[in-house]
């Protein structure tokens, strides 16, 4: 296994972080002021793509299968995040990387398949650089395959800057070697059951990178241009404190009512748009809040730290049972009845294949409760008050 997962080396300005720096250019050294931080969640992303690059490694015959069976064993041992699940999960995309391969190898016998490729697009980005997690290049097209591990936001590859940027990279490193007119790329996001494919003629991908990215790039990289707040903000590490995005949610929060007592539908609408954004600008705030109260002692005017609410627990787990049986209460009465594991946690602790051989016919999805979306969302609409009636009962 490369091992360069966690270490991956990150670009002051990011293909990742790309969707919000070229809306937003001068986030890029406002970020400088906050510390970097890494969750739990993207260290589990990290061992899913170790996993990954360790399976796509034995397929295309990088490593033979007694180092495979070294390396997943040790990995297995060593790496808290493994579960059958996650194995699971990762063959998904596995799968689908090979079935790509395969298609670009029908058309070219000397197409290449390329893992953990550094891809290098300083060309339009000072120091623009990335890693691809798959590169398959042979005549005529280029894909870039890039798993996403997490399950909270879905990604699409419809006009995906990052994937974008590292088709750049790739087209860059193979463009003279082979033939390339098209690029594809997609992204597998297996815990979603989502694969999307976006593809763009390479003319038009050079005058984005040209005529966009360039420009935009050199801005970022000086601090140049305008605060832009918007959806790109939720993953800036400034997001708790720039005045840029409070400004914006501010405004937004003044509404200009038509009706000076009701609200209109269409104000409905929009407030119910605006409310997710103002939902989460309100909560990086208190969260921000809170870090800096109890970890630096800040104060905020009419604000103070105390000692949230908490519940009784025992203090021996062991003797209270003890004690309570030797009083004569019978074990119904003081334990609680066997619980079985929930839907998700069963499917990670005996992976997602053999809980659907084994228990595919005990498990039914009943509707979900009237919830609204916005339009964009790809559900159905539900048609009307009767039809959700209906189905919910
Ligand atoms: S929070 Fe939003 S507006 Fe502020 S710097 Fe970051 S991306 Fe720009």
Known sequence: MSGAHAERAHALLSAS?????????PSVQLEQEFEETTSEFAEEG????????LFLQLHFEQINKRTFTRRLNKFKKENEHYSEGMEEYVKTYVDVVIERANESFSVASDAQVLLEQRLDFSQWVPDGFGTGDVVIVGDGTLEVIDLKYG??????????TQMRLYALGALNQYGILYDIETVRMTIVQPRLDSISTDEIDVDELLTWA???VKPK???AANGDGEFCAGDHCRFCRAKHVCKA???ANLEMAKYDFRNP???THEEIGQILHEAEELKRWAQDVQNYALIQAESHGEKFPGWKLVEGRSNRKYTDEEAVPKTLLAEGYAEEEIYKPREILGISAMEKAIGKKR???????????PSGKPTLVPESDKRPELNSVESAVEDFS
């Open 245 to 247: 995005r409070a400004d």
């Open 17 to 25: 972080g790309s969707s919000r720096w070229l809306k937003c250019t």
């Open 46 to 53: 990290t061992a899913a793509h170790e996993l990954s690059e």
């Open 210 to 212: 040209d005529e966009i």
């Open 151 to 160: 399950k909270g936001v879905p990604v699409s590859a419809e006009g995906n």
């Open 217 to 219: 790039a050199e801005m």
């Open 355 to 365: 809980f659907k051989e084994l228990l595919s016919e005990l498990v039914i999805k």
């Open 261 to 263: 007592n009701l609200l």
